[in-house]
């Protein structure tokens, strides 16, 4: 049994997305430990308990959200790792979600809706929205699409979001303007679930159509903002809870010595999870909507093209064709697509093995899913269920 540790958490447990950072940081310890964790409820933005260095931590697990905080968890003299990523402190370092990732997932899911219009809402001057809402539309410019922006509010730090969030409410009827004047039906990408939550109840008050009109997706995965949501809001999850776990091996390594810790790690986040708020598929040939929600239900039966195209009564080059220009690829290739996230939706939730995923997700063998997984996503199976699982199946 190894040393027994005392580690300092510094992260707030007012909304779920710090809850889920503490749940992993409790599972690496319960894993590696014996660790002793100093934990008090707090905000984002609550200072550095005065009791931290009469305590004498080995080491820090903090989000830091200025520069002062920085200092202060700097002045304690330990390792330490930032969960935030702001970089107030260069010297400490962060993990962090990719917010590439999550930006690329956002647009992913708003063009398997057979959107083509998007905007995407956010909070001006916070760096985290920022970076989402230049991610999105470097995404979506490079398909050939433009996004409309909206912004209100803003502080240059995150320990200003929670009086952000609180502004911005009052700006229903502005958004409410600014949705309806947009080209419809579009797909909105939401800096945040409580973003997402605003522009929700903002189209139930003034009467916007939602998925119909306005399709919304935001990122947490709170569960309790997404079911409170009218409709039900569909969600990036950032994998926070992998995130607490790294960031606590980190941290374990760096009071071990055992390792130089690099300055930036980020964390691909788990995936979309589809809720009503984005259940729409805008698309304007009929039967290719029909034959996309027959894919949908029936790929992983091991459904052929030759047998979607007799199916809906066209030669299987015309059903290409029409794919081709409603969809942007073919018939074939959604057939693929819908498999391949079958396996990613096995590989995260189940423990089944690589060669029952092969068949539950309509693939004859092995490695051909292999090979085709690799070569779309550039990562085996194998190396994806561990860096996306979440930590209880890990």
Same mark, same amino acid.
């Given at each position: 049994?190894?040393?027994?540790?005392?580690?300092?958490?510094?992260?707030?447990?007012?909304?779920?997305?710090?809850?889920?950072?503490?749940?992993?940081?409790?599972?690496?310890?319960?894993?590696?430990?014996?660790?002793?964790?100093?934990?008090?409820?707090?905000?984002?933005?609550?200072?550095?308990?005065?009791?931290?260095?009469?305590?004498?931590?080995?080491?820090?697990?903090?989000?830091?959200?200025?520069?002062?905080?920085?200092?202060?968890?700097?002045?304690?003299?330990?390792?330490?790792?930032?969960?935030?990523?702001?970089?107030?402190?260069?010297?400490?370092?962060?993990?962090?979600?990719?917010?590439?990732?999550?930006?690329?997932?956002?647009?992913?899911?708003?063009?398997?809706?057979?959107?083509? %219009?998007?905007?995407? +809402?956010?909070?001006?001057?916070? %760096?985290?929205?920022?970076?989402?809402?230049?991610?999105?539309?470097?995404?979506?410019?490079?398909?050939?699409?433009?996004?409309?922006?909206?912004?209100?509010?803003?502080?240059?730090?995150?320990?200003?979001?929670?009086?952000?969030?609180?502004?911005?409410?009052?700006?229903?009827?502005?958004?409410?303007?600014?949705?309806?004047?947009?080209?419809?039906?579009?797909?909105?990408?939401?800096?945040?679930?409580?973003?997402?939550?605003?522009?929700?109840? +903002?189209?139930?008050?003034?009467?916007?159509?939602?998925? =119909?009109?306005?399709?919304?997706?935001?990122?947490?995965? =709170?569960?309790?903002?997404?079911?409170?949501? =009218?409709?039900?809001?569909?969600?990036?999850?950032?994998?926070?809870?992998?995130?607490?776990?790294?960031?606590?091996?980190?941290?374990?390594?760096?009071? =071990?010595?055992?390792?130089?810790?690099?300055?930036?790690?980020?964390?691909?986040?788990?995936?979309?999870?589809?809720? %009503?708020?984005?259940?729409?598929?805008?698309?304007?040939?009929?039967? +290719?909507?029909?034959?996309?929600?027959?894919?949908?239900?029936?790929?992983?039966?091991?459904?052929?093209?030759?047998?979607?195209?007799?199916?809906?009564?066209?030669?299987?080059?015309?059903?290409?064709?029409?794919?081709?220009?409603?969809?942007?690829?073919?018939?074939?290739?959604? +057939?693929?697509?819908?498999?391949?996230?079958?396996?990613?939706?096995?590989?995260?939730?189940?423990?089944?093995?690589?060669?029952?995923?092969?068949?539950?997700?309509?693939?004859?063998?092995?490695?051909?899913?292999?090979?085709?997984?690799?070569?779309?996503?550039?990562?085996?199976?194998?190396?994806?269920?561990?860096?996306?699982?979440?930590?209880?199946?890990?």
């Amino acid at each position: 049994m190894g040393r027994h540790l005392r580690i300092g958490l510094l992260i707030e447990s007012s909304r779920d997305y710090g809850r889920k950072l503490l749940q992993g940081i409790a599972a690496y310890s319960k894993a590696h430990g014996p660790w002793t964790l100093y934990y008090q409820e707090r905000a984002i933005d609550a200072p550095m308990p005065p009791a931290m260095r009469r305590w004498r931590p080995d080491g820090l697990l903090v989000r830091i959200v200025d520069a002062r905080f920085g200092r202060a968890v700097q002045c304690l003299g330990v390792p330490a790792v930032d969960l935030l990523g702001q970089r107030f402190s260069p010297r400490i370092p962060t993990v962090i979600p990719d917010q590439v990732a999550l930006a690329n997932l956002a647009a992913e899911h708003l063009l398997e809706c057979g959107l083509r %219009q998007f905007a995407y +809402v956010g909070f001006g001057k916070v %760096q985290f929205s920022d970076q989402r809402r230049d991610f999105f539309r470097e995404y979506m410019q490079a398909k050939g699409f433009q996004v409309h922006v909206f912004e209100s509010g803003g502080f240059a730090h995150a320990s200003g979001l929670c009086q952000i969030e609180e502004d911005t409410a009052q700006h229903g009827k502005e958004l409410a303007a600014w949705l309806s004047a947009l080209p419809k039906p579009v797909g909105v990408f939401a800096c945040n679930d409580i973003r997402a939550y605003q522009i929700l109840s +903002v189209c139930g008050e003034y009467g916007i159509a939602v998925p =119909d009109d306005v399709a919304v997706v935001g990122v947490d995965n =709170d569960l309790m903002l997404c079911n409170l949501s =009218d409709p039900p809001l569909s969600s990036v999850d950032p994998n926070a809870e992998r995130i607490g776990y790294e960031a606590a091996g980190m941290l374990h390594r760096m009071i =071990d010595g055992s390792a130089p810790a690099p300055a930036q790690n980020l964390i691909a986040p788990a995936g979309v999870v589809s809720r %009503q708020s984005s259940d729409i598929l805008a698309i304007a040939d009929r039967e +290719v909507a029909d034959a996309i929600r027959y894919i949908r239900r029936h790929a992983c039966d091991g459904v052929s093209t030759g047998a979607l195209a007799e199916r809906f009564g066209m030669s299987r080059r015309s059903l290409e064709r029409r794919f081709a220009r409603h969809v942007g690829h073919s018939a074939t290739e959604e +057939v693929a697509r819908v498999q391949l996230r079958r396996v990613k939706e096995l590989l995260v939730g189940t423990d089944l093995s690589l060669e029952e995923v092969t068949r539950e997700a309509g693939f004859s063998h092995l490695s051909s899913m292999h090979r085709l997984f690799k070569n779309t996503f550039a990562i085996t199976p194998g190396n994806y269920r561990k860096s996306r699982r979440p930590i209880s199946m890990a």
